[in-house]
T-cell receptor, first 118, second 117 residues
Framework: NAGVMQNPRHLVRRRGQEARLRCSPMKGHSHVYWYRQLPEEGLKFMVYLQKENIIDESGMPKERFSAEFPKEGPSILRIQQVVRGDSAAYFC????????????????FGEGSRLTVL | AQKITQTQPGMFVQEKEAVTLDCTYDTSDQSYGLFWYKQPSSGEMIFLIYQGSYDEQNATEGRYSLNFQKARKSANLVISASQLGDSAMYFCAMRPNSGAGSYQLTFGKGTKLSVIP
């Protein structure tokens, strides 16, 4: 499967624990985006990364959330000290190019990681 | 800032009939892209169709077409000959083509489409 791979698909954590969500972009894609989908809502942008660089994290909560995309390995979205309000589906998307400038900029989404905080 | 409004929380359509899903948007940008995504019950996000703000013709992709009315700021999705597999959530989204938010998709809240046999 050459698509965007996210794991785990489902994650259950108790309040105060840490959640780590991983995303491997499509082969040849160097741009990764994380989106969050709360129940009954559309997706909301969180962060945009290139290899070893955070380009835009304007959608990330200021505390407890962090993201990285190392030179080797998948992108990681880390949520520390989870609270019930963090329960959501977290989607990763990738693109081969920066998605702007008039190209269709289709984002290829993974199947999402569903975090449940008890 | 961009805003997407999808006013239909849920829609029903008879199999083989056509259905229109509404989407209106608000933006101060002159150049932007409009997208529709499908999210079946399994959860993945599937890209359906794209319309650029300067495209003169409405986009079409198989049974999907986008009824783009720029002056009204609407980008409705038309699905022809509905199939049972079309039952899903449908999200309208947009992105400016330049500026600080040019890589951020803004999504609407979605419309749940149910196809009736």
């Amino acid at each position: 499967n050459a698509g965007v791979m996210q794991n785990p698909r489902h994650l259950v954590r108790r309040r105060g624990q840490e959640a780590r969500l991983r995303c491997s972009p499509m082969k040849g894609h160097s741009h990764v985006y994380w989106y969050r989908q709360l129940p009954e809502e559309g997706l909301k942008f969180m962060v945009y990364l290139q290899k070893e660089n955070i380009i835009d994290e304007s959608g990330m909560p200021k505390e407890r959330f962090s993201a990285e995309f190392p030179k080797e390995g998948p992108s990681i979205l880390r949520i520390q000290q989870v609270v019930r309000g963090d329960s959501a589906a977290y989607f990763c998307a990738s693109s081969p190019l920066r998605t702007s400038g008039g190209n269709t900029g289709e984002l290829f989404f993974g199947e999402g990681s569903r975090l449940t905080v008890l | 800032a961009q805003k997407i409004t999808q006013t239909q929380p849920g829609m029903f359509v008879q199999e083989k009939e056509a259905v229109t899903l509404d989407c209106t948007y608000d933006t101060s940008d002159q150049s932007y892209g409009l997208f529709w995504y499908k999210q079946p019950s399994s959860g993945e996000m599937i890209f359906l169709i794209y319309q650029g703000s300067y495209d003169e013709q409405n986009a079409t992709e198989g049974r999907y077409s986008l009824n783009f009315q720029k002056a009204r700021k609407s980008a409705n999705l038309v699905i022809s000959a509905s199939q049972l597999g079309d039952s899903a959530m449908y999200f309208c989204a947009m992105r400016p083509n330049s500026g600080a938010g040019s890589y951020q998709l803004t999504f609407g809240k979605g419309t749940k489409l149910s196809v009736i046999p």
